[in-house]
Nanobody, 128 residues
Framework: QVQLAESGGGLVQAGGSLRLSCAAS?????????????MAWFRQAPGKEREFVAA??????????DYADSVKGRFTISRNAAKNVVYLQMNSLKPEDTAVYYC??????????????WGQGTQVTVSS
């Protein structure tokens, strides 16, 4: 079982930046255990469906990353493997980035868009 806890959300003006963090833990979650999972960020804006934002996964020690077109060049997903933490650095934020952001984990990068585990979410609000 994997528990995910997001933090770092808040209110920011358009053009600003925020960094979200997601800490992974669990009964069998040891140091570097996160490297065995593909990690992703999703978001859900009011009245809209949850959508994919970014993902990171490892295959033969090579990291792959994927981004939604709407955030490419502005958002960056990264990890601190030793701390089992994944980050989402968000720059040049726009009002349309306002949403609840969720961290998620999947057993493989191929299945990262249908993850097995979800965090509780953190609110990001971008004012115009």
């Amino acid at each position: 079982q994997v528990q995910l806890a997001e933090s770092g959300g808040g209110l920011v003006q358009a053009g600003g930046s925020l960094r979200l963090s997601c800490a992974a833990s669990g009964r069998t979650f040891t140091t570097y255990a996160m490297t065995t999972y593909a990690m992703a960020w999703f978001r859900q804006a009011p009245g809209k469906e949850r959508e994919f934002v970014a993902a990171s996964g490892f295959s033969w020690d090579i990291e792959s990353r994927d981004y939604a077109d709407s955030v490419k060049g502005r958002f960056t997903i990264s990890r601190n493997a030793a701390k089992n933490v994944v980050y989402l650095q968000m720059n040049s934020l726009k009002p349309e980035d306002t949403a609840v952001y969720y961290c998620a984990a999947a057993p493989s990068f191929r299945g990262v868009r249908t993850p097995d585990y979800w965090g509780q979410g953190t609110q990001v609000t971008v004012s115009s």
